[in-house]
């Protein structure tokens, strides 16, 4: 009877660690972005609930759409108040560039790591970074 119990134990990580991997893979390809000039938004994947992610005026899921592209008007006409709002924010720029480095860093953690918790951490900071990312656009 321990024998299945352990092989039910054994699949329940199997898939706790399938769905991390899923995790830690978005995080890179977020950070990435992020590292790029991307702009996080405020929406959310319908399909996966991940963030939205906006770059030369098109918006677009990185973990579900694998990187494509989906062009909308609305982004495209904001993108020149975008554009105004980071002249504004040059004196921001050094905190935003150790941020972005910061997110390197962390990212290559979690990528390195093996314990679970710390990963959850590391992934948590790389969070907070993007929001304080998100918060230094809309306001510089």
Do not use: W
Not at 18 to 43: D, I, W, Y
Not at 50 to 56: G, M, S, T, V
Request: charged share 40%; net charge negative.
């Amino acid at each position: 009877m321990a024998k299945i119990d352990k092989e039910a134990e054994r699949e329940k990580l199997r898939l706790q660690f399938e769905k991390e991997a899923k995790s830690r893979e978005s995080a890179r390809v977020m950070s990435s972005l992020l590292l790029q000039g991307a702009t996080m938004t405020r929406k959310h994947c319908k399909a996966c609930g991940d963030p939205i992610f906006r770059q030369e005026g098109k918006e677009f899921c990185p973990s579900c759409k694998n990187g494509e592209q989906v062009t909308t008007g609305k982004d495209v006409d904001n993108q020149s108040s975008q554009v105004e709002r980071e002249r504004k924010g040059e004196n921001l720029t050094g905190a935003r560039s150790a941020i972005l480095d910061k997110i390197e860093d962390l990212t290559k953690k979690v990528e390195e790591e093996e314990d679970i918790g710390k990963m959850k951490e590391y992934l948590s900071a790389i969070k907070e970074a993007t929001e304080v990312l998100r918060v230094m656009d809309e306001i510089g």
